[in-house]
């Protein structure tokens, strides 16, 4: 069972989310906030697998009280569901620790794929927000560490840097989703990374061989 606490402003917003995912067997909301004083007061007293965070919450924005979870509630994973369009506040969310980002524009179905994918352990991002991460021109590492790279380790990235998630890139390349999982943690430790986000990034200097 995936143990879910909702955190929004907006009550509605909070039922809304309730009523799509209290028919989901798997999925159990264990509560919900309004504010940051409520949550961190409710998770002295339960332990949710996944928050589901409002950019906007009052009293500590949104970045702030993500970072303040990640310090204090390491195992919980934060999943971003705003009102800010991706361009506002995608980026800054994941580098911060958030597993994923979505728009509340998005299609309804997107929170239950989206809540499942987070508590897999997997981060949870469109394929738009993914082509941003991976071209950002924020961060760039040294081109030896792309010798390094065979060809098929330079495939499994370009196909993760364009959005594709693992089960995608194993079809793609008839590959054991398994083996999969195995490139992308060789891929972290030759580019000298430690996790998806500055993989992503890395992916950009690919295009300059």
């Not at 909301?29 to 949550?39: F, M, P, Q």
């Not at 911060?96 to 309804?108: N, P, Q, R, T, V």
């Amino acid at each position: 069972m995936i143990k879910i606490l909702i955190a929004d402003n907006h009550p509605v917003v909070r039922v809304g989310i309730k009523q799509v995912l209290d028919p989901i067997s798997d999925i159990q909301v264990i509560g919900d906030v309004a504010t940051t004083v409520e949550l961190f007061d409710q998770l002295e007293n339960s332990s949710p697998d996944i928050i589901l965070l409002e950019m906007d919450i009052p009293e500590i924005n949104g970045i702030a009280t993500l970072r303040k979870i990640k310090k204090e509630y390491p195992s919980i994973r934060v999943l971003i569901y705003s009102g800010q369009s991706e361009d506002v506040y995608a980026l800054s969310t994941i580098r911060a620790g958030a597993f994923g980002y979505l728009s509340k524009s998005s299609d309804i179905d997107y929170i239950v794929s989206a809540i499942r994918k987070v508590s897999e352990g997997n981060m949870f991002i469109t394929n738009e927000l993914a082509q941003r991460l991976a071209f950002d021109e924020g961060t760039q590492k040294p081109r030896r560490f792309f010798r390094k790279l065979s060809s098929r380790e330079v495939e499994v990235l370009k196909l993760l840097a364009s959005g594709k998630r693992n089960k995608e890139v194993a079809q793609d390349l008839n590959l054991n989703e398994k083996t999969v999982s195995t490139y992308k943690a060789r891929l972290m430790r030759k580019l000298n990374v430690d996790n998806l986000v500055d993989l992503l990034q890395q992916a950009k200097a690919l295009e300059l061989y």
